[in-house]
C-alpha cells in the first residue's frame, strides 16, 4: 500500500495566486513526521517545511503553510501569492517514528506551474 | 555552511559497464542517504549508513549495487555492471541524526543515463 499518495499529477495557477498541493499518508506509528521539498528543473531537493505527528499548530514557514489535519491523514501544502520562481516538482514525504535510522519515504510527486 | 556535494553530475554509459558516484555530506551530519530517482517518480531509498554502519539497505539490488562508507565521513555509491533500468538521477543526502523533525539536505544529484 502506498505510504505517501499525492493525487496531482499537474496543477496549473496564476502568479499572486495561492494554490494547494494534496497529500494524504498512511500509518499506524503514532510519532512521525510530515516533509515538504521542492524539486527544480536542476534536480536539487529543497526542503521547505515540516510537520511533526504531536505538533498543535499547523507549519507555517514564509509563503509555505502546512494544512495538517491528523483525523483525515492529511498533509496538504498551501503556497501563498505565487511566483514563477515557484514551477517546480512538489514532493510529499513522511519519517515514520521518534528513533533514529529512519528514512523518509516520498510519494509520485505533484509538478506545479506558475503562469504570468 | 557548505551543502551535500555530489560527483560526476551527469554520466552516460553503455550497459554492463560500471559507474561510481561519490558523495560528501554536510559537515558534522551522522546519517547519510543514497536514493535513487527514476523519472517521473519520487526518490526511493538505495541504503542508509549511520556513521560508519548500515542501517538499512533493504531496497538496494545488491547483486549489482554496492555502497561504502568507510571513515563515516563521504560515500561511494557503485553499479556493476549497469543495466538500462538503472537510468535515473542519484540523490546523496545527509542530516545531523536521521530522527524526528531532523532535516535531511540533498545534493543536486548525480544523473546516469545507461545507453
Known amino acids: 500500500a502506498q505510504k505517501i499518495t499525492q493525487t496531482q499529477p499537474g496543477m496549473f495557477v496564476q502568479e499572486k495566486e495561492a494554490v494547494t498541493l494534496d497529500c494524504t499518508y498512511d500509518t499506524s506509528d503514532p510519532s512521525y513526521g510530515l516533509f515538504w521539498y521542492k524539486q527544480p528543473s536542476s534536480g536539487e531537493m529543497i526542503f521547505l517545511i515540516y510537520q511533526g505527528s504531536y505538533d498543535q499548530q499547523n507549519a507555517t514557514e514564509g509563503r509555505y503553510s502546512l494544512n495538517f489535519q491528523k483525523a483525515r491523514k492529511s498533509a496538504n501544502l498551501v503556497i501563498s501569492a505565487s511566483q514563477l520562481g515557484d514551477s517546480a516538482m512538489y514532493f510529499c514525504a513522511m519519517r515514520e517514528g521518534s528513533q533514529a535510522g529512519t528514512a523518509l519515504i516520498f510519494g509520485k510527486g505533484t509538478t506545479l506551474s506558475v503562469s504570468s | 555552511e557548505a551543502g551535500v556535494a555530489q560527483s560526476p553530475r551527469y554520466k552516460i554509459i553503455e550497459k554492463r559497464q560500471s559507474v561510481a558516484f561519490w558523495c560528501n555530506p554536510i559537515?558534522?551530519?551522522?546519517?547519510l542517504y543514497w536514493y535513487q530517482q527514476i523519472l517521473g517518480q519520487g526518490p526511493k531509498l538505495l541504503i542508509q549508513f549511520q556513521n560508519n554502519g548500515v542501517v538499512d539497505d533493504s531496497q538496494l539490488p545488491k547483486d549489482r549495487f554496492s555502497a561504502e562508507r568507510l571513515k563515516g565521513v563521504d560515500s561511494t555509491l557503485k553499479i556493476q555492471p549497469a543495466k538500462l533500468e538503472d537510468s535515473a538521477v542519484y540523490l546523496c543526502?545527509?542530516?545531523?541524526?536521521?530522527?524526528?523533525?531532523?532535516?535531511?539536505?540533498f545534493g543536486e544529484g548525480s544523473w546516469l543515463t545507461v545507453v
Open positions: 543526502a545527509s542530516s545531523f541524526a536521521g530522527q524526528g523533525a531532523d532535516t535531511i539536505y
Open positions: 559537515s558534522g551530519h551522522a546519517t
